[in-house]
C-alpha cells in the first residue's frame, strides 16, 4: 500500500536517516520526502513521507518509530484515482445532470465529481462538463458505458475523455 | 511488371507521376521494367494494345487538358476493360464507395480472381468486404495490399504488421481525418462549428458536400480497416460505433478549454472496441495536434506507446504509400 505519514524528528543531525532507516528496514520503499526545516516546534521538524509497504508491516515500523523518538503526527493511505471527464451537449439541464449522478453514484464509487454547466441556454438547453474521480479503473470503464448509454437515450452527444 | 491503374483522379495521377520520377531508382532496384498498360477513369480508359501506347506526358497532359483519357469507355464496365490487355498488378484508386463498395470492390475481386496482385487506397472494399478480399488473395496466391488506405503519407499498416512484428499491440488511438482535426483546431480559437467548416471548404480540404467527413464516415472505414489488418478481427464499417464532430459546439470547445483540454475526433482500435468519436484530450496529449495532419498513437506490449504522424492526404503522399507496397510486392515477385 502507499502510505503518506507527517512525523516529527529530532532537529538534530543524523535524526532524519534516523527516521527513514526503518521504512528499509521493513521492506518498505521511499517514493517521497518532504523535509520540513522551517517548521520546528518543541526542537522536532516536521517531515511529510510517502512510502509505498505490505500493510501488515506498519506496525512493526511504528514501533520502531516509536522506539527512535520518532513522532507520528498523521499517517493515511493514499489511494490512487482514476479521473474522467465528460461534456454533454444538447437539453441537459441543470434537474438532467444531477438525476444523472444520482444513478451514476448507484453503480459507481466516486471519490468526488464536480459539474459545471454554461451559464447561457441556445434554446437547446446548456452544456455540461462533469469532472470525476473514481476508486477503480473498472468503476471507470462502468461509468464510460452509463454516460455513453444514458445520453443516448436522451439524445445528448457525450464526449468522453481519452483513456489509455 | 504490367501494371493496370483504375481511377485516375487525384492519387491515380499522383502514382502515375511517381513511378515517372522515381524511374531512374526503379530501373536501379530491379532488371524488369514497370510498364503501365491500362488505365481506367469514370469516362475514358488507355490500354497498349498493340496500336495505341500508353506515354507518361502524353497520357497526363491529356487528362489534365480535356479531362479524359485516350478512348472513352462507352458503357464498358472497368473489368471489360481489364479482361483487354495483360497485366499483373493492379492499382485500384477509384472514388470510395461504402455503400456497396461500388466498381472499386468488382476491381479488385476481379484481379484477385484473376491472379492479379492488387494495391489499393480504396477504402470502400477493404472496410467493406475485407476478409473475403483477404481469403481471395491467399486462394489465389496474389498479394493484397493497401497501406495508402489508412493515413496517406502516415505509416500505418505496414508499421504495425511489419515493423513492430512479434508485438501485441494492445490498441491505436488516432486522428484518421485531416479535415475534421482542422475544423476542431479552428474551433480551439473560438470559431463556430458552420465558420471553420467554411473555411476548410476554401481552403480546398471539405468537399463541398463535407458529409462523409464530419459524420466520421471516413474515419470509420480507416478503423474498419485497421480493425481487420491489424487486429485480425473480422469486422465491417457497419461494425464501428461512429459519432461525427458536427454537433460539438464553440461552448463545448469552450468549456473543454477551461479544463485544459481540446476536442479531436478521435478512431479507436484495440480488442473490444471499434469506436470513432469526438473526444476529450489533454492540451499536451501527443494526440492533441493542431491542423490537418493525421496522428496515431499505438500502445504495444513491448515498445510501449509509438506515435506517428503524417499528412493524411494529397496525391504525393498517398502514391508514396502505394510505392512502397510496389516496393514489396516486387521485392517478393523478384526474390
Known amino acids: ?164 | 511488371m504490367r501494371v493496370f491503374i483504375s481511377g485516375f483522379g487525384n492519387i491515380g495521377r499522383g502514382f502515375f507521376e511517381t513511378l515517372i520520377i522515381k524511374d531512374a531508382y526503379l530501373k536501379s532496384r530491379y532488371d524488369e521494367l514497370i510498364t503501365v498498360v491500362g488505365i481506367v477513369d469514370s469516362k475514358s480508359y488507355e490500354i497498349n494494345d498493340g496500336t495505341y501506347k500508353i506515354c507518361g506526358f502524353c497520357t497526363l497532359g491529356g487528362k489534365n487538358n480535356t479531362g479524359k483519357l485516350h478512348t472513352d469507355r462507352n458503357g464498358l464496365s472497368c473489368t471489360e476493360i481489364m479482361d483487354m490487355v495483360d497485366f499483373d498488378l493492379l492499382i485500384e484508386a477509384s472514388p470510395t464507395n461504402i455503400t456497396d463498395g461500388g466498381e472499386g470492390l468488382k476491381n479488385i475481386r476481379h484481379a484477385l480472381r484473376k491472379g492479379k496482385d492488387v494495391i489499393t487506397v480504396n477504402k470502400g472494399p477493404l472496410a467493406l468486404a475485407y476478409s473475403e478480399l483477404d481469403e481471395l488473395a491467399k486462394e489465389n496466391g496474389c498479394y493484397l495490399r493497401f497501406e495508402g488506405s489508412v493515413g496517406g503519407g502516415m505509416p500505418m499498416i505496414n508499421l504495425c504488421n511489419e515493423a513492430l512484428v512479434g508485438q501485441r499491440i494492445n490498441s491505436i488511438q488516432g486522428i484518421f481525418n485531416g479535415t475534421c482535426n482542422l475544423i476542431l483546431s479552428r474551433m480551439d480559437s473560438g470559431i463556430p462549428f458552420e465558420q471553420a467548416l467554411r473555411e476548410a471548404q476554401q481552403l480546398g480540404y471539405a468537399e463541398t458536400d463535407p458529409t462523409y467527413d464530419i459524420k466520421g464516415i471516413d474515419s470509420a472505414c480507416k478503423v474498419a480497416i485497421l480493425a481487420n489488418s491489424i487486429f485480425k478481427r473480422k469486422v465491417s464499417f457497419s461494425d464501428v460505433s461512429v459519432t461525427g464532430i458536427d454537433t460539438v459546439t464553440a461552448e463545448a470547445v469552450e468549456m473543454a478549454a477551461e479544463k485544459g483540454m481540446v476536442i479531436r475526433h478521435i478512431g479507436e482500435i484495440s480488442k473490444d472496441r471499434l469506436e470513432v468519436a469526438p473526444r476529450l484530450i489533454p492540451k499536451n496529449h501527443p494526440l492533441s495536434v493542431p491542423g490537418s495532419l493525421n496522428k496515431a498513437q499505438i500502445l504495444t506490449d513491448m515498445a510501449g506507446p509509438i506515435t506517428v504522424s503524417g499528412r493524411g492526404a494529397g496525391k504525393g503522399e498517398t502514391a508514396s504509400a502505394i510505392l512502397s507496397d510496389l516496393i514489396w510486392i516486387m521485392d517478393r515477385r523478384n526474390a
Open chain 1, 1 to 164: 500500500m502507499l502510505v503518506n505519514a507527517d512525523i516529527y524528528v529530532k532537529d538534530i543531525p543524523g535524526s532524519l536517516v534516523r527516521s527513514l532507516e526503518p521504512v528499509s528496514a521493513v521492506d518498505g520503499n521511499i517514493v517521497g520526502v518532504v523535509h520540513n526545516r522551517e517548521q520546528v516546534i518543541d526542537g522536532m521538524i516536521s517531515v511529510n513521507l510517502t512510502f509505498n509497504v505490505e500493510s501488515d508491516k506498519l506496525e512493526t515500523l511504528k514501533s520502531i518509530w516509536k522506539s527512535r523518538d520518532v513522532v507520528i503526527a498523521k499517517m493515511g493511505s493514499v489511494t490512487g484515482t482514476v479521473p474522467m471527464d465528460y461534456i454533454l451537449i444538447g437539453n441537459a439541464d441543470c434537474a438532467f445532470t444531477e438525476n444523472l449522478m444520482k444513478k451514476a453514484a448507484e453503480t459507481v464509487a466516486f471519490s468526488s465529481y464536480e459539474i459545471n454547466t454554461s451559464s447561457q441556454t441556445d434554446g437547446e438547453g446548456r452544456t455540461v462538463r462533469i469532472s470525476a474521480k473514481l476508486e477503480t479503473k473498472e468503476d471507470a470503464k462502468k461509468l464510460d458505458a452509463f454516460m455513453v448509454d444514458s445520453c443516448e437515450k436522451n439524445k445528448l452527444t457525450c464526449i468522453r475523455g481519452l483513456t489509455a
